[in-house]
């Protein structure tokens, strides 16, 4: 069973940064993709950066300049680094893993999220 540690939220100033972390563990075959979406309240969930097993990164317009993911594949951890960030920036962020199983078996895992909060 493939479970996902998150942390490096918590409360920061607007223009302020932070760094998420997400650790992958258990039987990952093969490494697709892996990333963090975010869901403020009343809002539906959205993506803010992914990174494919090439190291190819696909951010929201909203964080692109701002946000950097990066993974670290010995590790099977991948960060968020987080600058400039605005109140709008706050929400859940979630850790997603894409991955597939010995048998061919693609799958989907979750964090249990963390919290960002922007102050103004």
């Known amino acids: 069973q493939v479970q996902l540690v998150e942390s490096g939220g918590g409360l920061v100033q607007s223009g302020g940064s932070l760094r998420l972390s997400c650790a992958a563990s258990?039987?990952?075959?093969?490494?697709?993709?892996m990333g963090w979406y975010r869901q403020a309240p009343g809002k539906q969930r959205e993506l803010a950066a992914t990174?494919?097993?090439?190291?190819?990164?696909n951010y929201a317009d909203s964080v692109k300049g701002r946000f950097t993911i990066s993974r670290d594949s010995a590790k099977n951890t991948v960060y968020l680094q987080m600058n400039s960030l605005k109140p709008e920036d706050a929400a859940i962020y979630y850790c997603?893993?894409?991955?597939?199983?010995?048998?061919?078996?693609?799958?989907?895992?979750w964090g249990q999220g963390t919290l960002v909060t922007v102050s103004s």
């Open positions: 997603n893993l894409w991955y597939r199983t010995l048998d061919n078996t693609a799958l989907e895992v």
């Open positions: 258990g039987n990952i075959f093969v490494f697709n993709a």
């Open positions: 990174i494919t097993s090439g190291d190819r990164a």
